[in-house]
């Protein structure tokens, strides 16, 4: 299959449009990564997703939609909760999930009877879901199992001759997912840290709790509210170890590291101004917020330079802390050294 690499104006953004309303998949920037995109009403189209990016098919999709007043067409029961939620923090990175109405097949949301629903804030994602004319269910656009797409040279990478298009609208600004909270049971629980942060989502429902795997790792034969949580995630090529604590004494730690692990590529991922010999450094940012932007990004950047190991500095600094911390130490397969 071809894939065509298109930009954001009107024409473009139109024809993108017609090929996500013909069954065809698309995928675009949002503010948080770039998503995949298919048509939510039509199983066969969301099937194609799942065939593109290798993704376990118990694994439900979001459904995007251009304005909040849509999400009444695809969930039933509506709390007053999750209509405060939903006033507070859409369109932004925040997804909430509702108990599903019958619009929405089962190939879209793994057979629950639950739905994922997401309105972006960015304005190209918008135009593109407003020209499908329907409902967008989206994944992020990365093969199953890498580090989220947070630019179109990530999704081209990944996806080229397996979708039918790519908008490129530049660099994602949070660089991390959405903040997911199900209002689906009695409390609101968050089950994936984002750009909105926990405090924030307490400050509106302050019975809110997190569920207890957003930091662990799923145990076997547990089943996690949030399917995704017990796959492998953005795992680059790369070994990656975290090293959290005062940055002095991760900058020790992180020594004594690199000289164990003399013979291989090593690469450290950096939050501070400390310096490394012979190891390839990035910067991910001094604030959490900046760490969060450059995360995923920087880890496919590490696999390109040839690094075998990845050492990542952390400290937690401001509420992007638990959002970092989840995806970090899933890409580091929950290798963590604390100092
Ligand atoms: O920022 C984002 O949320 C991006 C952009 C493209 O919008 N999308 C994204 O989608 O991260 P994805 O498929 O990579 O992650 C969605 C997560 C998965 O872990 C999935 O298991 C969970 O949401 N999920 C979807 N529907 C659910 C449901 N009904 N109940 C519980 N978890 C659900
Ligand atoms: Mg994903």
């Known amino acids: 299959m071809e894939t065509r690499i298109l930009g954001t104006d009107d024409r473009r953004i139109t024809e993108a449009g017609e090929i996500l309303a013909s069954g065809g998949l698309v995928a675009f920037p949002t503010e948080t990564v ?3 995109g298919a048509d939510a009403y039509n199983a066969d189209a969301a099937a194609r997703i799942y065939l593109a990016k290798g993704r376990p098919s118990d694994n439900p999709l979001i459904v995007h939609i251009s304005e909040i007043s849509e999400i009444d067409a695809l969930a039933e029961d509506i709390s007053d909760t999750a209509r405060e939620l ?7 990175p925040f997804t909430i999930i509702l108990k599903k109405n019958r619009n929405i097949p089962d190939a879209v ?22 020209a499908s004319g329907v409902p967008v269910a989206a994944p992020s656009a990365n093969l199953s199992g890498k580090p989220s797409p947070t630019t179109a040279a990530h999704v081209i990478a990944d996806m080229t001759g397996r979708i039918d298009a790519i908008i490129d609208g530049g660099a994602c600004d949070v660089g991390v ?25 307490c400050e509106i429902a302050p ?15 547990e089943q996690p509210l949030c399917p995704g949580m017990k796959y492998k995630h953005y795992s680059p090529d790369a070994e990656v170890t975290v090293v959290e604590g005062g940055l002095l004494a991760v900058k020790a730690k992180i020594d004594e590291l690199l000289y164990e692990n003399r013979d291989r590529v090593c690469g450290v991922l950096t939050m501070s101004d400390n310096a490394y ?9 001094d604030s959490n917020r900046e760490y969060a932007k450059n995360l995923f990004s920087s880890l496919r950047e590490f696999d390109r330079l040839g690094a075998e190991v990845v050492f990542a500095e952390f400290e937690a600094r401001d509420g992007y802390a638990l959002a970092v911390r989840n995806r970090l130490y899933k890409a580091a397969a929950q290798k963590v050294i604390r100092v």
Do not use: Q, W
């Open 177 to 201: 997912e959405s903040t997911i909270v199900s209002c689906a049971g009695e409390h609101p629980v968050l089950l994936r840290p984002g750009g909105v942060t926990f405090d924030e989502i």
């Open 277 to 285: 010999d012979s190891a390839i450094l990035l910067h991910g940012g």
């Open 207 to 221: 019975d809110a709790i997190l569920d207890k795997n957003v930091l662990n790792s799923i145990g076997e034969g």
């Open 109 to 130: 949301t793994a057979g629950m009877d639950t739905v994922a629903i997401r309105c972006p804030a960015h304005p190209v994602a918008r135009r593109l879901i407003k």
């Open 34 to 36: 770039y998503g995949l």
């Open 86 to 92: 939903i006033s507070a923090f859409m369109p932004g």
